[in-house]
């Protein structure tokens, strides 16, 4: 396990996820009904900005630091700033005094309610207990040190029923995209009313697409594909962007999304051929 989060947080594929995920959480809080929340692959939970980690690559500044500096991020993202400004009480307009970038279990337990219920997991052992460190004791939190593919099997369906699963792979393995297929297929069978928002990196566009619609074939629940890349994405060899698969998303995320996927796309797309879309897998039965 080489992959550490640490080098990548807030970069533009942490930016169109958590937007995302806010978003989902915000729908599922509409019922008052309490909800499961299952993170298979949460990472440490908070990522110091000032670490020789975050500073190596940089990418924080061409994702949420590009966010930041166009005054209109408040308006147009309310709540993945809301959320910044929670974790950075000194935060500025234009992005000065962004010292912490929340991850997705800091995103997720701050949703709670009582009766609400959160699981992460996290196969990293330092990570695992830096992720425990970071999101404190809380009674509605279990923080499994596991792998979180056989958590889809092993802890699903949870309890309460209703809720959302984020599956965020490392994708460092070879067979990471089979793995996760066979995962998600288990996961849903044994939880077929929950959503499941599966990030996923785009580097060629074709190939992407081909295990989108193979596994689309094999779901029986509607699915859509957000997706926002930062150059066309035609060289396999780099990241040219990045998705979330929605199964059984929220009725007509697709419109609460486009605005915010506009504004992203003017943030953060760095060359011709770039761009968003919103794609329809799998209709609504
Ligand atoms: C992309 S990061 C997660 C980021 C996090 N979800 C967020 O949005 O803040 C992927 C994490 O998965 C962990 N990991 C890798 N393989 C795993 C597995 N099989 N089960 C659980 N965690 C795994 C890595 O150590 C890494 O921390």
Redesign the pocket.
């Given at each position: 396990?080489n992959?550490?989060?640490a080098f990548?947080?807030g970069n533009v594929?942490?930016v169109l996820?958590?937007v995302v995920?806010l978003e989902l959480l915000h729908a599922l809080h509409r019922k008052p009904n309490p909800v499961h929340l299952l993170?298979?692959?949460?990472?440490?939970?908070i990522?110091d900005l000032a670490s020789d980690e975050a500073q190596r690559g940089g990418e924080y500044r061409l994702g949420v630091g590009a966010v930041l500096a166009d005054p209109a991020a408040g308006r147009m993202l309310p709540r993945y700033l809301a959320a910044l400004q929670a974790l950075n009480p000194e935060l500025a307009p234009g992005g000065a005094g962004l010292q912490r970038y929340?991850?997705?279990?800091?995103?997720l337990k701050q949703s709670l309610r009582e009766g609400d219920r959160l699981t992460l997991?996290?196969?990293?052992p330092q990570?695992a207990e830096t992720l425990k460190k970071n999101i404190g004791r809380d009674p509605r939190v279990a923080v499994h040190h596991?792998?979180?593919?056989?958590?889809l099997k092993a802890l699903l369906p949870p309890s309460p029923r209703r809720g959302l699963a984020?599956i965020?792979?490392?994708y460092?393995a070879k067979d990471e995209f089979t793995v996760l297929t066979k995962a998600v297929l288990a996961g849903l069978q044994r939880w077929p009313v929950g959503q499941f928002a599966i990030?996923y990196p785009i580097k060629e566009q074709k190939t992407v697409d081909a295990w989108k619609v193979d596994l689309a074939k094999q779901v029986q629940a509607e699915t859509i594909a957000v997706e926002l890349t930062i150059r066309a994405a035609k060289e396999a060899r780099q990241m040219n962007g990045s998705g979330l698969l929605l199964i059984n998303p929220p009725w007509q995320i697709d419109q609460t999304l486009r605005p915010m996927l506009d504004f992203m796309k003017s943030r953060l797309v760095r060359e011709a051929g770039g761009g968003v879309r919103i794609q329809t897998l799998v209709k609504a039965g």
């Open positions: 396990m992959y550490r989060h990548h947080a594929g942490d996820k958590h995920l993170d298979t692959h949460a990472g440490l939970g990522y929340p991850g997705s279990p800091w995103l997991c996290e196969l990293h990570d596991r792998d979180g593919f056989a958590a984020l965020d792979p490392a460092e990030w």
